[in-house]
């Protein structure tokens, strides 16, 4: 059975940094894309980033270009999401997505405060 343990979250002040984790299992990770999304209170559901089976290949949205990374270790089998300068914006349920698929993890919680 395919799953995504995501972890990593937690509080941080304004301008903290945060690197969240994604293990996976149950598929063929080195030919997999995967995606992070977030989703605070009331909100829909936002894209953050993708990183494709080249590893060279990503793609951000607008608030987290430049400020956080995707990356992948297929030895690990683990999708990294590293945040930098984390704003009071930023806040939500980080949650790790096998790009063409339904396999979500459960989340992982990032709180921004001072």
């Known amino acids: 059975q395919e799953h995504l343990v995501e972890s990593g979250g937690g509080l941080v002040q304004p301008g903290g940094s945060l690197t969240l984790s994604c293990v996976a299992a149950?598929?063929?990770?080195?030919?997999?894309?995967f995606q992070w999304f977030r989703q605070a209170p009331g909100k829909e559901r936002e894209h953050v980033a993708t990183?494709?089976?080249?590893?060279?290949?990503?793609d951000y949205s607008a608030s987290a270009k430049g400020r956080f990374t995707i990356s992948r270790d297929n030895r690990k089998e683990t999708v990294y999401l590293q945040m930098t300068n984390l704003e009071p914006e930023d806040p939500a349920v980080y949650s790790c997505?096998?790009?063409?698929?339904?396999?979500w993890g459960q989340g992982t919680q990032v709180t921004v405060a001072s």
């Open positions: 990183i494709y089976s080249t590893h060279t290949l990503t």
């Open positions: 997505h096998r790009m063409n698929s339904e396999t």
């Open positions: 149950g598929f063929t990770f080195s030919g997999a894309a």
